[in-house]
């Protein structure tokens, strides 16, 4: 039974293109998130949601949108895609609309942009 | 602004060696603490809470512990398959949703 699932492991594209990531959470959590990890390991919010409202914007370039149809799924469409956006990108849910809680991860998906 | 440092940055152990990993942490005010284990090329796995000074929290060989500016994650007797990276995390009462994440412990425990 996967909790927090991403859709593609793995996205290789060049630059200038635009690309979707997906992500299902199966667990009921009212709250999800996008981080960014770079290559020096270090995990980075970019976005939340909660009950598909957004509520966390962090320092992101316009580029970067998520999207949430339903609070199961948080999607994040990026537009003309930069070298620096090589990372990996992990989603997260947790249970709880205020902070406290755990946050739990999928797998991510690796983006590299040639 | 809230910073969260971990170290050492790598540690190599014999099995069976135990030792700590530190993760030091400023926040205006803490709301959670929180340890994950990430292996390559997965997502970090939730390990603990801890949410105020002197809570120790245990899971078969680790064991966390808080005080109002650090956390230890000591590990007794590990095992190869602690093998991991380790990371700590802070989220303050101020954005409460946000994680501030540490760049991680990577462990590496030969047998």
């Known amino acids: 039974d996967t909790a927090v699932s991403q859709t593609p492991k793995y996205l290789v594209t060049q630059m200038g293109n635009d690309k979707s990531i997906k992500c299902e959470q199966n667990l009921g959590h009212d709250t999800m998130y996008w981080y960014k990890q770079d290559s020096k390991k270090f995990l980075k919010i970019m976005f939340s949601y909660n009950n598909k409202e957004l509520i966390i914007n962090e320092t992101v370039p316009n580029r970067f949108s998520p999207k949430s149809p339903d609070k199961a799924h948080l999607n994040l469409h990026i537009n003309s895609l930069e070298l620096g956006d090589s990372a990996v990108y992990f989603c997260a849910s947790s249970p709880l609309p205020q902070g406290g809680s755990e946050q739990y991860f999928g797998p991510g998906t690796r983006l590299t942009v040639t | 602004e809230d910073q969260v440092t971990q170290s050492p940055e790598a540690l190599r152990l014999q099995e069976g060696e135990s030792s700590s990993l530190n993760c030091s942490y400023t926040?205006?005010?803490?709301?959670?603490l929180f340890w994950y284990r990430q292996d390559p090329g997965k997502g970090p796995e939730f390990l603990f809470t801890l949410y105020s000074a002197g809570e120790e929290k245990e899971k078969e060989r680790l064991k966390a512990t808080l005080t109002k500016k650090e956390s230890f994650l000591h590990i007794t007797a590990p095992k190869p398959e602690d093998s991991a990276t380790y990371l700590c995390?802070?989220?303050?009462?101020?954005?409460?949703?946000?994680?501030?994440f540490g760049s991680g412990t990577r462990l590496l425990v030969r047998p």
């Open positions: 995390a802070v989220q303050d009462r101020d954005s409460s949703y946000k994680l501030i």
């Open positions: 926040v205006s005010g803490l709301r959670g």
